[in-house]
């Protein structure tokens, strides 16, 4: 085994269409492409809430793995199996990467989110160290017991992008959320505080998984119908890359009125193709998004929302102003292969040679 091996767990495939999975695909090729031998280990079972064939499935991986191996498990498959991971902890070196704590979750009662809190500490403290996506969730996670000498930040990469034309001359303006349509990312709120502003003319296209939290997301598309703005919001699903380029590239502003985020991979996407942003004050949204490029609103406030939505609509020159910040700041966004040599380093740092 060379120094440079890693195995990498997930949930599920990794091809799949959300901030947490581009991450992990992203960081793998990258490595790869540094010399890395990474094996990737499809985790099956149902995660977080983890059956008895999640259980086996990462008992079973983790047995199978070489000893002294350097090992990430992604927080979704990790934070609620703590056993497996504290057996296997003195003899191979593990990490944990942590896109945002599985209590941060939008939508959980108060028993779920104990037995989350419980199960999470246990697991992270199981492991040799913890990434992370950005150094608000470095912090965050002092109130799990990780000492801040556990745990390293690798903001994600940002691919170079072209700059939005927006919707082409005398269209209206065109609103892009991106993200999937899960009770975190809030796009309830959304339709409700649009439907304040049906007297002013804008289209909006919400892109993002409708399967993640079906129910969920049947009461946001019935909500449309419910305002009367069914003719003017489009759920587009997940999006292949391409097409999700091509919304962006139509889009005049992009909004993500989320309750958490660890980091807001969306966020910066919109930075790089120079889009105004509208979000919310939550978890590290304010340390993604700069002050100039924005506006940033209380978590779950409809009115706040309108209200930000409205001044950029109605205002083209502070659409541009914002959007002209946005491509200042995007080129200090890093990219994938510079991200992916500082996960490199994290890792070695974490899991130095010779501690198992």
């Known amino acids: 085994m060379s120094g440079l091996d890693l195995h990498v767990l997930v ?11 581009i991450y992990d695909a ?13 094996v990737v280990h499809n985790l099956v079972g149902t995660f977080p809430d983890a059956d008895a064939q999640a259980r086996t499935s990462m008992t079973s991986t983790l047995a199978a793995i070489p000893d002294g191996a350097r090992v990430v498990i992604d927080g979704l498959a990790m934070g609620g199996l703590p056993e497996p991971v504290r057996a296997a902890r003195d003899r191979l070196r593990i990490l944990s990467l942590v896109h945002h704590p599985l209590a941060d979750e939008t939508g959980l009662d108060p028993r779920r989110r104990a037995r989350f809190v419980a199960l999470e500490r246990d697991a992270l403290a199981a492991c040799a160290g913890v990434l992370v996506t950005s150094e608000f969730s470095s912090a965050r996670l002092g109130a799990f017991g990780v000492a ?4 390293r930040a690798v903001r994600p990469g940002t691919d170079p992008a072209r700059p939005a034309m927006g919707p082409g001359h005398g269209a209206p303006p065109a609103l892009l959320c991106v993200a999937s349509v899960t009770p975190r990312k809030g796009q309830d709120v959304l339709v409700r505080a649009l439907a304040r502003l049906r007297a002013l003319t804008w289209t909006c296209v919400c892109a993002g998984s409708l399967d993640r939290a079906p129910e969920y997301a049947a009461g946001v598309q019935a909500l449309t119908h419910e305002t009367g703005l069914a003719d003017r919001v489009r759920f587009a699903g997940e999006c292949a890359p391409d097409g999700l380029d091509d919304l ?3 889009a005049s502003l992009c909004v993500l009125p989320s309750y958490y985020e660890g980091y807001g991979m969306a966020l910066a996407d919109a930075l790089a193709r120079g889009l105004p942003l509208v979000s919310t004050t939550a978890g590290a949204i304010p340390h993604t998004v700069p002050a ?8 779950g406030d409809v009115a706040s929302l309108a209200g930000a939505l409205r001044g950029l609509l109605v205002d083209e020159v502070a659409r541009a102003a914002r959007g002209a910040a946005a491509r200042r700041h995007a080129t ?3 990219g994938w292969t510079q991200a992916a040599r500082m996960f490199a380093a994290a890792v070695l740092e974490l899991t130095p040679d010779g501690d198992v």
């Open 292 to 299: 100039d490029a924005g506006l940033l609103v209380p978590p």
């Open 11 to 21: 949930p599920g495939p990794l091809e799949q269409r959300t901030g947490g999975y």
């Open 26 to 38: 992203r960081i793998v090729a990258e490595l790869r492409g540094l010399g890395w031998g990474v």
């Open 248 to 250: 962006y590239h139509r």
């Open 332 to 334: 200090g966004l890093p």
């Open 148 to 151: 801040p000498a556990r745990v």
